[in-house]
């Protein structure tokens, strides 16, 4: 009796997820490298509002959070998923699209942090 399955598995929104993780991660990081660095040297600010560091702390917390752990987070549960159930993804589609929506979402969050577009008072 054989009891492995050959269970041709979706890693393509896995692995989308997984370059992305590295990328927003490097950007997030990177990002909050350059707002310590505003610290200790000022001048770092080019006097424009949108590279201050009261509007880049705000995105380099979220680009962490939200575009390095939850794109981790996102690869981690598409690739668990399907190894535990040992069956491929339901709908292809909608993981593509989990995929390009959340990118999307961090993008516009990308650029509306820095614009001063929020909430706050």
Known sequence: MNTTSST?????VVRQFAIMTVVWGIVG?????FIAAQLAWPF????LPWTSFGRLRPLHTNAVIFAFGGCA?????????QRTCQTTLFAPRLAAFTFWGWQLVILLAAISLPLGYTSSK
């Open 73 to 81: 987070l996102f690869a981690t549960s598409y690739y668990s998923v």
């Open 29 to 33: 990081m990177g990002l909050g490298v």
């Open 8 to 12: 041709a598995y979706n890693y393509k």
């Open 44 to 47: 770092l600010n080019l006097d």
